[in-house]
């Protein structure tokens, strides 16, 4: 076969093949003799191309049998060469950790029977309180964290012997139920800027409305001389938008004495610890306590006062005790407390310009018990 200068060299491959098919269609019919002699002619015609073809996949067989030994080679690991791969490989996204960042907080106490003041619907009361406190903290960057939390609190007072002279009504329950959402802001390793806004619902919750909604919070200013918790001041600002007094200052100091002794000097519970073993704390606390609640629209009338209806009811409470806290898991601690309610007094403050219309509680003792969990 002669090659034609018109002919593609992309077309020499069919007719290598058709010369071969040829080929073995003269040896079927009895022709090989001829097809013998014509068969060499046909090769060499197109022998250039079919060694360019063997070079070719000669060298891609090599090079696929290199990178194949290159990348499966255990003799790479540890010897300082690096696969191709390697660099290319997608980079997981670091898994969002909470860890030691979520504080649950369960407290109950109990006041026994005591006397009220002689104008009370009631002549004994006892009490009970259960709080449940919730939050979670998120480390934004290495300067700015957040919180965002979770709080419920009821007072239960259990009265007897009824009064019927009485002028000032009381209430069986007398309930928080709200949030809490706060920020840190560290404007140096000493010193650091936080607050608060705690929204909620004050009042009798077996019937809450609109008109119990409170808003409160805090703003402070704190300092750390050494940069660490060893030493902090507190100094800012307490807001309520129902309190006698909207605005009022905070301030605080906490010092690490020693490894044991930590003096934490901050309102609403100023405490002392005392570490005796790394799982058994000893403590002396005083804690303010209470709120203000908005009481039933029947509130008077059912006494003949109506003017208590729909009003604003503080309930204060001060307590001095001591206990004993025992680290019972690694993120769980469990105490237990007694002591002494200095004062109870139940105010209707926005009834009276000077002092308002008080009903004074005889002092008693308490118990308590706190479980604290963080994890």
Do not use: C
């Amino acid at each position: 076969m002669a090659n034609h200068p018109g002919n593609s060299s992309a077309r020499r491959p069919n007719a290598l093949l058709r010369s071969l098919i040829s080929f073995f269609g003269q040896l079927k019919a009895g022709r090989h003799r001829q097809s013998v002699h014509y068969f060499p002619k046909a090769v060499s015609d197109h022998r250039w191309h079919a060694q360019g073809i063997a070079t070719v996949l000669f060298g891609m067989f090599l090079t696929v049998r290199a990178l194949a030994q290159e990348t499966t080679d255990p003799n790479l690991v540890g010897s300082g060469k690096e696969p191709a791969g390697k660099f290319i490989q997608p980079v997981a996204p670091p898994a969002f950790d909470l860890s030691k960042t979520i504080d649950l907080h369960v407290d109950y106490s109990w006041v026994p029977q005591s006397d009220l003041g002689k104008s009370a619907a009631f002549k004994k009361v006892s009490e009970q309180t259960i709080q449940v406190e919730a939050t979670a903290r998120l480390q934004i960057n290495d300067r700015l964290s957040l919180s965002i939390g979770g709080e419920y609190e009821d007072f239960f007072f259990s009265f007897q012997q009824p009064n019927r002279f009485a002028t000032f009504p009381l209430f069986h329950n007398l309930g928080i139920v709200g949030v809490k959402a706060g920020f840190v802001y560290e404007l140096s390793p000493q010193w650091s800027v936080l607050g608060n806004v705690a929204p909620s619902f004050n009042g009798d919750l077996n019937k809450l409305t609109g008109r119990d909604f409170v808003m409160s919070g805090m703003v402070a200013l704190k300092y750390s001389p050494y940069g660490n918790d060893k030493l902090v001041f507190l100094l800012g600002a307490n807001f309520h938008s129902t309190g006698t007094i909207p605005v009022l200052p905070v301030a605080g100091v906490r010092w690490q004495v020693t490894d044991a002794l930590t003096l934490n000097l901050t309102v609403p519970r100023p405490e002392i610890d005392y570490d005796v073993t790394r799982r058994i704390t000893l403590f002396a606390d005083a804690s303010f306590s209470g709120g203000d609640f908005r009481v039933p629209n029947n509130a008077g009338s059912a006494i003949g006062q109506p003017k208590f209806n729909n009003a604003w009811l503080s309930y204060e409470s001060i307590r001095f005790g001591g206990g004993l806290r025992v680290k019972i898991l690694p993120f769980a601690s469990l105490q237990a407390e007694g002591g002494y309610e200095a004062a109870r007094n139940f105010n209707f403050y926005n009834l009276n310009n000077t002092n308002g219309i008080n009903s004074h509680v005889k002092s008693a003792p308490y118990i308590e018990t706190k479980l604290n969990i963080s994890f």
